[in-house]
């Protein structure tokens, strides 16, 4: 089973900004990674964040990480309809190079 | 350039029946990884292999064996398929111990065992 704990679904509405949460388990985890999944396609990175950093931005992407509750959040600002998509939260597992994934997220953005 | 690429896209097996996914990739990574997605439960590891040469059992090893032929590909076998085997295999890869860590992916193969 999975260390890494996401919520299963998210609705938006269509310029708003979505936030996907993700819950993780090993306090040494050094980076922690988001993926995104488009309907019948692989994964594809989006973003990581390093475990000395609280905050990473690219572009309409905002990372939040807050350590002490193993935290970590996804923000998408002015969602679009090619943002629908699942989004999967993994963490490197002690510097180890396996990572570890969370069941992931579909979000769905609506007109 | 090419990343990750798998074969098949698309599979149905027989119970009993085996056969072998294949996986190859030209980034020169040294890491390379097999996992499978189900509804619900995210990836779960099957086989790594670290480098060259090594691989290792993952999550779910069960009813599968692996292969590391060389730097580039790595094969995944199911020698007697059963239908809890239907899923989505996904291969990645990465450069191996880095700074980062982070995972590539290939499209996947979509398994169904009747």
């Known amino acids: 089973g999975e260390d890494v704990e996401q919520s299963l679904f998210l609705s938006v509405r269509e310029g708003d900004s979505s936030v996907i949460n993700c819950t993780y388990t090993?306090?040494?985890?050094?980076?922690l990674y988001w993926y995104k999944q488009e309907p019948g396609a692989g994964l594809q990175l989006l973003t990581y964040i390093f475990s000395n950093m609280d905050m990473k931005q690219d572009q309409r992407l905002t990372v939040l990480l807050n350590k002490k509750d193993k935290h970590l959040s996804l923000r998408i600002a002015d969602t679009q309809t090619g943002d629908s998509a699942i989004y999967f939260c993994?963490?490197?597992?002690?510097?180890?190079?396996?990572?570890?994934f969370g069941a992931g997220t579909t979000v769905t953005v609506r007109a | 350039n090419a990343g990750v690429t798998q074969t098949p896209k698309f599979q149905v097996l027989k119970t009993g029946q085996s056969m072998t996914l294949q996986c190859a990739q030209d980034m020169n990574h040294n890491s390379m990884y097999w996992y499978r997605q189900d509804p619900g439960m995210g990836l779960r590891l099957i086989y790594y292999s670290a480098s060259e040469g090594t691989t290792d059992k993952g999550e779910v090893p069960n009813g599968y064996n692996v292969s590391r032929l060389n730097k580039r590909e790595f094969s995944l076998r199911l020698e007697s398929a059963a239908p809890s085997q239907t899923s989505v295999y996904f291969c990645?890869?990465?450069?191996?111990?880095?700074?980062?860590?982070?995972?590539?992916f290939g499209p996947g193969t979509r398994l169904t065992v009747t």
């Open positions: 993994a963490e490197n597992l002690s510097n180890d190079y396996k990572l570890s």
């Open positions: 990645a890869s990465s450069v191996g111990r880095t700074n980062s860590y982070e995972q590539y």
């Open positions: 090993d306090s040494s985890s050094t980076y």
